[in-house]
């Protein structure tokens, strides 16, 4: 088509391909769900079905866009891992973290009314997410980022048990409640809990304790395939492989992953 | 709070600031939209509701982010201008790029039913958009910029005018159509229109011919303060700057944004 | 040529392209130049032969490279700005600041001998400077930065005039004299250098007071084609400008440039 | 230090720092040295001085910078290898690529004499270098980015000396020579100069058929050594280390790097 003698602003774009043959992690994070969950008037510390709406949503992402080989949700921030090979895009930054951030907010809006029947949205207060892409080298730092998230999770659900415990059971005012904490360590907390209140925290919910892992289970053939340098693969097999993502079943998880057992067999869902 | 040991991790994260006292264009595009229209039957060559609902969407943005000072939109797409001032999210790309994808494509969704009511959105074909950002160091790239949009519209729908028209008053395959459009400048195509079909293309909706400007309407008092370099102003004008633009009106215009005229008092919306 | 299997590693490099239409500025750093001036015995605190040997080298750096409209010294560094209309090597950053980098070194020991006849240069400890690209969009921002270079050297010019005066005049030892300048300001400082030993600061060369500006003189005339926007202009237009600012003279000038009277007019030498 | 107002054009900077735990790849190539080499009388198509010359440069940089691992050189270019582990200057590029070419060329030029003692350089024709960074996530890729460059020499020589044979010893044209290879494999090439002018190419100067590979050899306990995580190393480790690495010696070979054997023991020099 004809061309404007004003295209010459194109010239000042600039596209930051990722890195290649590295593993891409995109990480999504709840704008403002402080308000936006006490707006809603989520559960504390936590609400089954917001983490419900959650880990749903980035089933969908997952299924949306069959390059995420696995993720991991706790509280309001999911983090996609994208294989090595993937080529999605170009690997260009802007578009990558963009659609996820996009196709993440359409699959939560649409399913809030599952979640959250009684509670219809709000035009002024919709759900946003952003997102950022980090890049791994290898698989060691695949692992330690979400021995990271996992870790966070243990941390803030700790605190966050405890201090709403202290304010719904114990009465506190959240002021003396967050007193009351400050300085604790991990056995500090897990002693108010039980003394006080009778709880283990290791009986909370796992979900609460341990987050969501979701990995797109391809089956042991087809994982060992897609280890294989995607420069080496004819246009037909990368085709047949993508199916099979698209086909495979989505596991969730609550599990450890920060020992080794979940990774021994990692080569069956990350490449 | 107590950091463990995979916190190492962060280190990889990378963020791009873009420069600063540059005007930052966002542009959003929606995925896969030619799919989109047809499998939500939007009417062709233009449909006045999925304009509509574009422009609804764009200026709920442009009210939860009050840094934009206009925008411009046409077809899937939508093209946002923060000011050279602007420091939202201390001006971290990926972090604008995604926000803008979520915020508009929860927007979208939201007002959906209120331009499709007889439709609704199914889960397997959501909406969803791309952004780029795009740095432009003077006024006279921004107002390029938008002539570049424009003359795309123009010609895009010029073209698509014609082509439909063959189609479905001129009972042509499209094939035939595409073949009989190839190699035609403007004034063939004006002349098929007027010749064939006796349209008039000039009489067209202007929306479809210029597409939409949206500009906050700050009122000229304002817009001098704005234009002032940030970092002279205290937190409190700051304050106060940032209310008038979230109370400020948001003008929908259809006009020429490639002669002088627009811009002749581009200080009132833009800084 | 034939291709090797192994080029896909290309796919790996990344150019940086800086931002179309801003000025970018180039600053040069000796590298451990404290060590390298104390091997070479650089006379303290300012070393005249030092300076011009710095001053020669970067007049000599944009003869080599016409782009660069200007530049500043100061110590064992030095600035070039390129106008907003340069293309050199495309504006690719590595490219740039290693060719600056390369280039300036190598003048710096090839002039070597005509500033330190007596001294050779060790193989052990040959100069080096790296070097950095900032982008500025206006040239308000390049004047700042001027400004910004110039209170730099001021302000570690008085101190170290001061200290080097405490200890060869004064027979203090550099920790007393470190001592003794601490927390002092302007002030203090002038007067110590005036009250004990006679010194005006301002009757202190006026080269280590304001550092050196180099501009390229190309004369009004050309100065008003070459604000022109570059893709305006023929190619023919283009190289007869390079050859222009080529053979234009190089001015070495030891000015204020923070007040206004150097900035004036600055359409002469930076555009 | 008192900071002035100036000092807000500081944020404008951009440190793109280069990811961490993946190789780094910094590649000089010599500006401009079609003119340089002709300017100073290098023999054709190969000069032995200018080899060796570019080697020593090549060793120094290599003392001086005990980061880099290895290094590849062949005609005016050489790569330098940098540790996964590699700290140097916060993996900041501009900092990294600007040092390397500007020690490079510090050596060059100071070597020359050595090299070309009846040839002074001349002060309108010095050696400039510009400098890349890339990175690579694995060793494979390094190693294939080895075996690219020397297949990149392997093909220019032997098109270089076909070209330089016809032309001084066959008395062609240069212009004939060209069109005499136009479209020849590497079979026609090694044919025409076995049958016409009796030369076995494969006995050809291995310098000139396969490069220059330089290694630092640490030895085999040390190289386990660095190879570790450089995070779980003590400060004193790091500086017993980086000791060992300045001390050892730096191995010059001309082998084969595109098959197996010379990798098999990568460990020794690479980590």
Redesign the interface.
């Known amino acids: 088509?004809?061309k404007?003698r004003?295209?010459?602003?194109?010239?000042?774009?600039?596209?930051?391909?990722l890195?290649?043959?590295?593993y891409i992690v995109i990480r999504?994070d709840g704008?403002g769900f402080h308000r936006f969950s006490a707006s809603y008037g989520f559960e504390k510390p936590n609400d089954k079905r917001a983490l419900g709406l959650m880990n749903a949503a980035a089933k969908?992402v997952m299924k949306q866009l069959p390059d995420v080989a696995g993720a991991y949700g706790q509280s309001d921030e999911y983090s996609f891992v994208l294989s090595?090979q993937c080529r999605l895009?170009d690997r260009r930054?802007?578009?990558l973290?963009?659609?996820?951030?996009?196709?993440?907010?359409?699959?939560y809006?649409?399913?809030w009314p599952e979640y959250f029947p009684a509670t219809p949205?709000d035009?002024n207060m919709?759900?946003?997410?952003?997102?950022?892409?980090?890049?791994?080298?290898?698989l060691r730092?695949v692992r330690?980022?979400f021995?990271?998230r996992q870790?966070?999770c243990h941390?803030?659900n700790l605190?966050n048990t405890c201090f709403w415990t202290l304010v719904l059971r114990g009465g506190l005012s959240e002021h003396d409640a967050e007193q009351a904490l400050m300085g604790t360590?991990?056995g500090d907390k897990n002693e108010v809990l039980f003394s006080r209140f009778g709880i283990n925290y290791n009986n909370e919910d796992i979900m609460f304790r341990k987050g969501t892992v979701l990995i797109r289970d391809v089956g042991a053939d087809t994982a060992a395939d897609l280890g294989e340098p995607q420069?080496d693969k004819s246009k037909r097999q990368a085709e047949r492989e993508e199916k099979k993502k698209r086909k495979a079943e989505i596991a969730e998880l609550h599990v450890d992953v920060i020992g080794d057992e979940f990774w021994t067999d990692a080569g069956r869902w990350i490449s």
Chains 1, 2, 3, 4 share one sequence.
């Open positions: 088509m004809a404007s004003f295209e010459y602003v194109r010239t000042y774009e600039q596209d930051t391909m890195l290649p043959n590295t999504l704008r969908q090595r895009f930054e802007a578009k973290v963009s659609t996820f951030a996009s196709t993440f907010t359409a699959q809006q649409f399913l949205l035009r919709l759900p946003s997410f952003d997102a950022r892409a980090v890049l791994y080298p290898s730092e330690d980022y021995s990271w870790a966070d941390i803030n605190y360590n991990s420069q």
